[in-house]
């Protein structure tokens, strides 16, 4: 039986229906790829994200070996995935099987990243969900791909953080990871409220930057949840606290493990943004409706187009 997400219970509390969606995604996982090669995949990036549940295995097999260090190099770092590393993966699963094991490791490594972070964040208890497993759908790929959606979603409904400074942490989530796709897209609603192009090149050094010490922390914040969330410093994780308050932090973190789908594209070498329309600057501006979902890109940020074709693929699902 695959190992239950593990959160505080503090962000259970603040975010119920997101980390009950994130269960549910997370059993989804499960079903669309080998438990003993997944577990081994999961393993393994408890290893470099000093999780407890690492330790060192010796790889059975070909399979097993590619695997395991495609995981590891996704943990990582997932810019340093490229031909070669897509290659292994290719001589053992078509692209169809290659994408969903991709796409379910990326919900159990974020997983694990969420269960350090919000221990450091909130501490307490770690909390697992108190229901039973999901019935296994008929279709495992387009269950995890719908349950992944919903979660997605239910992030983006949130409301404890303000336009700018969600926009200034998607950003730092993609360019950390170098998405073009993400990269590429500017949040209309943020640059209604001020988010302009001075302050959104900011992101990259932020820490020598005019930007407020709130948005530096919250930046601190999500270095940490995409790098090494257990190493995030107690008196960083005390100012978190302090200037973000808990409601937006619990946020903060679903928001980087949303914006961070964008890491099974980068991986496949599938983060291409040439279907987006854009201005002079190479910019496309895209809003969310009021369910969470992508509302349509534009060239400019008043435009209100009708959703493209494949729109929730080019914002990062």
Request: proline share 6%; net charge negative.
């Amino acid at each position: 039986m695959p190992a239950p997400v593990r959160l505080a219970a503090r962000l259970r509390a603040l975010r119920p229906e997101a980390t009950h969606l994130l269960d549910a995604t997370h059993d989804r996982a499960w079903d669309v790829a080998d438990h003993d090669l997944l577990g081994a995949m999961r393993t393994r990036a408890a290893v470099v994200l000093g999780h407890p549940d690492g330790r060192r295995l010796s790889p059975a097999g070909a399979v097993a070996r590619d695997c395991g260090e495609f995981a590891e190099q996704f943990v990582l770092d997932v810019t340093g995935i490229g031909r070669a590393e897509r290659d292994a993966l290719l001589r053992h699963f078509d692209d169809a099987a290659a994408t969903d094991l991709v796409r379910a490791f990326f919900v159990v490594e974020y997983a694990l990243r969420l269960e350090l972070l919000s221990a450091r964040l909130f501490g307490g208890p770690l909390a697992a969900s108190p229901r039973g497993r999901a019935v296994p759908s008929t279709d495992p790929p387009a269950a995890l791909l719908q349950a992944l959606a919903d979660y997605q979603d239910a992030v983006v409904r949130g409301d404890a953080l303000d336009p700018v400074l969600t926009e200034l942490v998607r950003l730092r989530c993609a360019r950390t990871h170098n998405c073009r796709i993400c990269q590429t897209l500017r949040l209309a609603d943020a640059r209604e409220a001020g988010a302009d192009d001075a302050m959104t090149a900011a992101v990259d050094r932020y820490e020598t930057s005019s930007l407020d010490e709130r948005t530096k922390t919250a930046l601190r914040v999500t270095d940490a949840l995409i790098t090494l969330p257990a190493g995030l410093p107690e008196p960083t994780a005390e100012d978190a606290r302090t200037l973000l308050g808990e409601e937006a932090l619990a946020e903060l973190c679903l928001d980087v493990s949303k914006w961070s789908t964008q890491k099974v594209k980068v991986a496949l070498g599938t983060d291409g943004a040439d279907l987006l329309p854009v201005n002079e600057e190479g910019v496309s501006f895209f809003r969310f409706d009021d369910r969470g979902r992508v509302a349509g890109f534009s060239a400019e940020p008043d435009g209100r187009p009708p959703t493209l074709r494949g729109a929730g693929e080019l914002s990062g699902r």
